[in-house]
């Protein structure tokens, strides 16, 4: 049986991925499902950071947790295999710009709703979304598009402020922000604004995770114990919501 709502499964940090690449209407996928009992017509879509499906393992094991709360849980490869090497990166000899610039939301998203419009083909009605970092952008536009029920983003990139706020506050979509309070891509700032926005939508719920910096809730060195803390945190506030809403 799936967990009730009394109870919590957490960010599963180590071990090997539990899922399996699929294709889902002919897309690249990472699928991962509940063991036992679940609700077939609830889906979790989990839309990766730059670094795409397989470079980093604490993706799929993320992915991995939000099945084991009982949530069939899909991660697209929106990237199409083009994801940004990690070790490039974080060496600062990769070209940031100009790989943003192959991957516009015309190549991508098309990616994203092969999968919805599969998924409803086998009968999943009701849909949930995930986004970190770049991958929040595409959840902020599934939102305008009304293509989801419920969203949550961590350390959100690529948002426009404040026209993007003002346009998720006016749908109903229940949205659930994880910000780093140290974030460089969705700064204080912004975050400021944000919350000026939202502070008397119902709809919408933050939590500013004090000390975070960007990519904490899907990438952050889990030996840290407080980056471990802020990620375990953001994961079960994510768990919580979706047991409310989806």
Request: glycine fraction near 8%; proline fraction near 4%.
């Amino acid at each position: 049986m799936s967990l009730g709502k009394c109870c919590i499964s957490g960010f599963k940090h180590d071990g090997t991925p539990a899922g399996k690449i699929e294709q889902v209407g002919g897309v690249r996928t990472y699928v991962t499902l509940p063991q036992g009992d679940y609700d077939h017509e609830k889906a979790l879509l989990f839309l990766t950071d730059i670094y795409g499906v397989d470079t980093l393992p604490n993706g799929q094991l993320l992915a991995d947790s939000y099945a084991a709360n009982g949530y069939a849980t899909f991660m697209p490869d929106y990237l199409n295999g083009d994801a940004v090497p990690f070790a490039a990166m974080e060496s600062g000899k990769f070209d940031l710009m100009a790989w943003l610039g192959k991957h516009g939301q015309d190549v991508t998203r098309p990616f994203i709703d092969k999968v919805i419009a599969d998924l409803k083909s086998k009968g999943f009605k009701r849909f949930a979304a995930v986004g970190f970092c770049f991958g929040g952008r595409y959840v902020a536009d599934l939102v305008l598009d009304d293509a989801i029920d419920v969203a949550m983003v961590a350390h959100p990139s690529l948002l426009k402020v404040p026209e993007d706020i003002q346009n998720l506050a006016k749908k109903q979509t229940p949205f659930l922000w994880n910000h780093a309070t140290e974030d460089v891509m969705f700064n204080k700032e912004q975050q400021k604004i944000a919350t000026e926005i939202l502070k008397d939508n119902d709809n919408h719920r933050e939590h500013h995770w004090e000390g975070a910096s960007h990519g904490f809730a899907i990438r952050g060195d889990p030996s840290d114990p407080q980056t471990r803390q802020l990620a375990d945190g953001a994961f079960e506030e994510s768990v919580k919501f979706l047991q409310a809403k989806l």
